[in-house]
């Protein structure tokens, strides 16, 4: 618990009676402000019903600050919030090894996330809400399962531990291999496991000239289904500036026109002698090969608190969910908010074992299957 006299410093403002309040409790007293100076400007003594009326001016203001205290202060004990640990996993990302984890854990928890809300078709964000909800309650089921969808990624990204890769040796015929995993928020979490060939395309450095070409072809395995994959990792970096393509495909179909992709959206500017770096990373689901989907995930970071905003773009609607992680009536949530299928949505997310339980602002509520793998992440085939 946070020292008492720190946070009643810091939040002074809002537990301290302002001044509206104590000149309401003088005028209540029938006295004025004049009538509190210790001492008279003349310099004279103080009569004795003055400093009757200044002692209980004084006690007044002091009761006013024991009811506020009393009042405020155990709301501000009381509250929980996250524990401080919570990073920019982006910032991670700085090399070919580290994408191509993230790549797999990230893409790995959606596949995984769809195929346990029923399949490739879930994958699109909005495909739920094409038809039109007849009830409230069918509405908000619909929203449900597509939030739902996205919670394995969210719980990764908000969770204090950092997206863990190990390598191991090449199956299935393939050369290298790496054990990915992608941290939950009840200390658990999911592990992928991807084995590749590595394809080199140049690179080296000269001067101030760096460059960077990597490319993977491999197999992605995701709650124990396999899926082709591909990824490029090119970067070239001279005086300071820098250019990249990044990307990382996992097949859906055996056709090659049905995947998901993510791609690195990297900014670097420098004002002043400073820098500042902005990472965001694209999803794009590919269906028969049309687009059906582009989601945009990246951090925000406001007083001091990390959040995770999704902006989904699908049919020409642009549809949002932002969250950010905590602790409410002793459990982990995620508080939520966005706007899905016109509809703007605000809503605690509370992360127990094997399920979610959703609160909305409406008062209503539901409690959804939640993905949680054992680490386990074997598949059934024998090649």
Known sequence: MKNVKKMLSEQADAVLPDKNVKSKVLRELGMTE????????????????????????????????????????????????GNGFIGNK???????????????????????????VGGAQAMSLSSVLSAAADTKTEAEEAHIETINR???LAEGLLSEENIAAESLAGEYGYAFGMAVKLGDLLG?????????????????????????NYAISGILIADGARYAVEGNYQTEEESGEAESELYFKAYTDDTGESYIEVEQ??????????????QKYIYSIYENGRLTER?????????????????????????????QSGRKNGEN???????????????????????????????SSSDQDRFDDDDEDDDDDDD
Do not use: W
């Open 265 to 278: 959206e990297y900014e670097n500017e420098s004002e002043g002698g400073a820098s500042e770096t902005e």
């Open 34 to 81: 004049r009538e509190t100076a210790l001492a008279p400007a003349h310099g004279g003594e103080v009569r004795s019903a003055d400093k009757r009326k200044i002692l209980i001016s004084i006690a007044a203001a002091m009761l006013a600050v024991a009811l506020f205290l009393c009042i405020f202060l155990p709301i501000f004990l009381s509250r929980e919030k």
């Open 333 to 363: 949530v995620l508080f939520a908010s966005g706007t899905i299928g016109g509809e703007r949505l605000r809503f605690t997310v509370y992360i127990r074992e094997g399920r979610y339980h959703y609160e909305f602002s409406d008062g």
């Open 188 to 212: 658990g979490g999911a592990t992928y496991r991807l084995f590749y060939d590595k394809i080199f395309r140049g690179g080296g450095s000269e001067g101030d000239e760096r460059e960077e």
């Open 295 to 323: 989601t945009t995930a990246e951090y925000e970071s406001e007083e001091g608190e990390i959040e995770l905003l999704l902006r989904i773009e699908k049919d020409g609607e642009l549809e949002t969910l932002q969250f």
């Open 150 to 152: 996205y919670m394995a």
């Open 90 to 116: 982006f910032a991670d990302i700085t090399d070919a090894d580290s994408f191509y984890a993230y790549g797999a854990a990230s893409v790995g928890s959606l596949l995984a996330s769809a195929e346990n």
